[in-house]
Each structure stands twice: as structure tokens, then as C-alpha cells.
């Protein structure tokens, strides 16, 4: 498949990641839910109540975080005129923080989203296809 990076703009690439990044939360949502919904004890309606729940709120929350973070990774790319690793660090921790900061320890949040998302790219960029 072409990569479309250089020719689509911003706005695009956030919408395909938007898109793939709720998927994925749906994926995950949907495989976490009944298992966690079994451990509370909850079936019938109320365990299918709570699985479209944590479906919903994972699929949200997942594509949040990928328009964040593609927003991030093309402001920065504008800002600095380069397309490099420093671009994806500096937006996954833009994008990590965003959501660390309802935790306690939002710095660590930030900090482990900057590296997963760096880790990510380095992994993208040395594929051969």
C-alpha cells in the first residue's frame, strides 16, 4: 500500500487515523467487556449493557487520542519543516499528557505515550514492503 503522507493533507491522515485508532478501542472494548462484566458478576441485559458501554467508551476514547495525536504530529511537523522521530515523540507526549492528566502520575502517562508512539514510528520506518 502507497503511503500517502506526503501527498494528503493533515486533515486526511487524522480522520484514517481517527477511524482506525476507534476500531481498534471497538476491538478492544468488545474483548475486555464480556470478561470484565463475567468478573462483576453481571449477565443477561445487564452484562450486554455494560459490554456496549465499555465498547463505546474505548472506541471514544481510542479515536480522541489518534486526533490528538495526529494533530499534534502535523503541527509540530509544520512548525519544524522536518518529518522525523522527533515529531512522533513530541505528539505522543502532547497526546499522553492530554489524557494523563486525570490521573495522578500524568507526567509518567506522557512520557510512556511519547516513547510507545516513537517506538511505533521507528517500527513503521523499518518495514520494507
Known amino acids: 500500500m502507497e503511503d500517502l503522507s506526503d501527498s494528503a493533507p493533515c486533515s486526511s491522515l487524522a480522520v484514517d487515523r481517527v477511524l482506525r485508532m476507534s476500531f481498534a478501542g471497538v476491538v478492544w472494548g468488545s474483548c475486555c467487556g464480556p470478561f470484565d462484566a463475567k468478573n462483576l458478576g453481571l449477565s443477561g441485559s445487564a452484562r450486554a449493557a455494560y459490554t456496549a458501554k465499555l465498547v463505546a467508551k474505548y472506541g471514544f476514547s481510542c479515536g480522541f487520542f489518534g486526533a490528538i495525536f495526529s494533530f499534534a504530529n502535523c503541527g ?8 522525523d522521530w522527533v515529531n512522533t515523540l513530541a505528539a505522543g507526549v502532547v497526546a499522553g499528557a492530554a489524557f494523563g492528566v486525570g490521573t495522578r502520575n500524568w507526567k509518567q502517562v506522557a512520557a510512556t505515550t511519547g516513547l510507545f508512539c516513537t517506538f511505533a514510528q521507528f517500527a513503521k520506518d523499518s518495514t520494507s514492503v
Open 76 to 83: 509540530i511537523e509544520r512548525y519544524r519543516q522536518r518529518k
